[in-house]
Nanobody
Framework: VQLQASGGGLVQEGGSLRLSCAASGRTLSTYAVAWFRQAPGKEREFVAHIRQSSSATYYADSVKGRFRISRDSSKNAVYLQMTSLKPEDTATYYC??????????????????WGQGTQVTVSS
């Protein structure tokens, strides 16, 4: 499955953005999808995950209550709605698909298809 992430940009602290992850080649609803992010000089970190079957969602503690992951099967896409953005949310955001076991939903090597990344910059 090929993924394309979009929707990043420059936003002020407290603002909102919605990232999109569009898929081609396969039906995205048959895969778990996650968002990861990587800031300059830092390790890639898990942000959010949505399961392929139940659509249950999981979040990193740092974004819980502010971000929401969802999918639209009719558009073969997954979204990350980000609100109350903080400067520390500044990073390149990547969407990824795979079929990780539930205990490893936040482990990046469990995902085998990655989008190209979209830059999110939050100014203070």
């Amino acid at each position: 499955v090929q993924l394309q992430a979009s929707g990043g940009g420059l936003v002020q602290e407290g603002g909102s953005l919605r990232l999109s992850c569009a898929a081609s080649g396969r039906t995205l609803s048959t895969y778990a999808v996650a968002w990861f992010r990587q800031a300059p000089g830092k390790e890639r970190e898990f942000v959010a995950h949505i399961r392929q079957s139940s659509s249950a969602t999981y979040y990193a503690d740092s974004v819980k209550g502010r971000f929401r992951i969802s999918r639209d099967s009719s558009k073969n896409a997954v979204y990350l709605q980000m609100t109350s953005l903080k400067p520390e949310d500044t990073a390149t955001y990547y969407c990824a698909t795979g079929r990780p076991v539930l205990s490893a939903y936040d482990v990046s090597p469990m995902y085998y298809s990655w989008g190209q990344g979209t830059q999110v910059t939050v100014s203070s």
